[in-house]
T-cell receptor
Framework: GAGVSQSPSNKVTEKGKDVELRCDPI?????LYWYRQRLGQGLEFLIYFQGNSAPDKSGLPSDRFSAERTGESVSTLTIQRTQQEDSAVYLC???????????FGPGTRLTVL | GQSLEQPSEVTAVEGAIVQINCTYQ??????LSWYQQHDGGAPTFLSYNGLDGLEETGRFSSFLSRSDSYGYLLLQELQMKDSASYFCAVATNAGKSTFGDGTTLTVKP
């Protein structure tokens, strides 16, 4: 079946603009994660959705970052007033129930000029 | 919160065995996972330990000691294609996962 998909694959934007990144998880997976990975760095946890529970937003670096998820389906990560330090690959992953292996999408490479 | 430590770089030759260690601190520990990431690619799942002991999957094995808050990934019969970054990740019983900073493995001929 289909894996996790993300769009766009690449996004170049100007400082100060808002961007919206999309993630389509594997059907039936109740858990969805967003991570940020800067060049040569590890995965930085941003936010975690599990079913209908309140999301764990403890990793969002500032109030410019927000994310939503529609039920157990698509999620969008929004970054407002982008800054150059937001440049990174944003990875989405889904998991059957949050306690199993995570399946990662190909990521969105964001470049803020 | 959670924290993990793993070596930043490891180098080995083809055919050798290499061990990548991971120590962690967390509350509500549920399990330890390992992921592989090639340059420009997405992380892919390798192995999971929820209980103490060794899990073997082909050339890869992973070990966990919950009492020592320690685990390792063992790669045998190294191949050039194993050159990649390897991440340990701690999952809590709330489902949240925290990843280490990764270990870059370079396999030389």
């Amino acid at each position: 079946g289909a894996g996790v998909s993300q769009s766009p694959s690449n996004k170049v934007t100007e400082k100060g603009k808002d961007v919206e990144l999309r993630c389509d998880p594997i059907s039936g997976h109740t858990a969805l994660y967003w991570y940020r990975q800067r060049l040569g760095q590890g995965l930085e946890f941003l936010i975690y959705f599990q079913g209908n529970s309140a999301p764990d937003k403890s990793g969002l670096p500032s109030d410019r970052f927000s994310a939503e998820r529609t039920g157990e389906s698509v999620s969008t990560l929004t970054i407002q007033r982008t800054q150059q330090e937001d440049s990174a690959v944003y990875l989405c992953a889904s998991s059957l129930n949050g306690l199993n292996e995570q399946f990662f999408g190909p990521g969105t490479r964001l470049t803020v000029l | 919160g959670q924290s993990l430590e793993q070596p930043s770089e490891v180098t080995a030759v083809e055919g050798a065995i290499v061990q990548i260690n991971c120590t962690y601190q967390t509350s509500g520990f549920y399990g330890l996972s390992w992921y592989q990431q090639h340059d420009g690619g997405a992380p892919t799942f390798l192995s999971y330990n929820g209980l103490d002991g060794l899990e073997e999957t082909g050339r890869f094995s992973s070990f966990l000691s919950r009492s020592d808050s320690y685990g390792y990934l063992l790669l045998q019969e190294l191949q050039m294609k194993d050159s990649a970054s390897y991440f340990c990740a701690v999952a809590t019983n709330a489902g949240k996962s925290t990843f280490g900073d990764g270990t870059t493995l370079t396999v030389k001929p």
